[in-house]
């Protein structure tokens, strides 16, 4: 039992991964989606991830959608943290700051981070009712593969 509820723990800490990647790469603004270069490569990312996978066209159009629907309430979210985090800066940089102020912007973050949060698990659920069990198990393989380097680059810097 034990097993079976570390193997499942780590398949969501590898598809959330999956997901805090994208919403990441979002932080750095929407100069990025204009990039061809990026966009073309994720797709081609995504391809062979779906071809691995065996995905039917039924598939592929659902996760399709799934992902530009997470997308846009990723960016959504990003874009509201984001204001508030500037927001909280300018008015801790006043020589009279609002410390009641600053508290509500900074509880307004917080319910912001956890709504990022609830949305991250919808990603990850999202796929789960797309992909077959077999599909997820190689899936969340495929991913443990493909950040295990970047989690020894980290270790090692």
Do not use: C, W
């Amino acid at each position: 039992m034990k097993y079976i509820q570390n193997h499942l723990l780590m398949a969501v800490v590898i598809v959330t991964a999956v997901f805090v990647l994208q919403t990441k790469a979002l932080a750095h603004g929407p100069h990025d989606d204009a990039d061809p270069d990026r966009h073309a490569m994720m797709e081609k990312r995504m391809e062979k991830i779906q071809e691995q996978l065996g995905l039917s066209e039924e598939q592929r159009a659902k996760i399709k959608e799934h992902r530009k629907k997470h997308f846009a309430e990723t960016k959504e979210l990003h874009e509201q943290i984001r204001g508030k985090m500037e927001e909280l800066r300018k008015e801790l940089q006043k020589a009279d700051f609002d410390e009641g102020k600053v508290r509500a912007i900074h509880s307004d973050i917080k319910t912001l981070r956890m709504k990022e949060e609830e949305n991250r698990l919808e990603g990850i659920i999202g796929m789960r009712k797309i992909l077959t069990p077999e599909q997820y198990k190689k899936f969340t393989e495929m991913m443990k593969e493909r950040f295990k380097g970047n989690r020894d680059k980290d270790i090692n810097k």
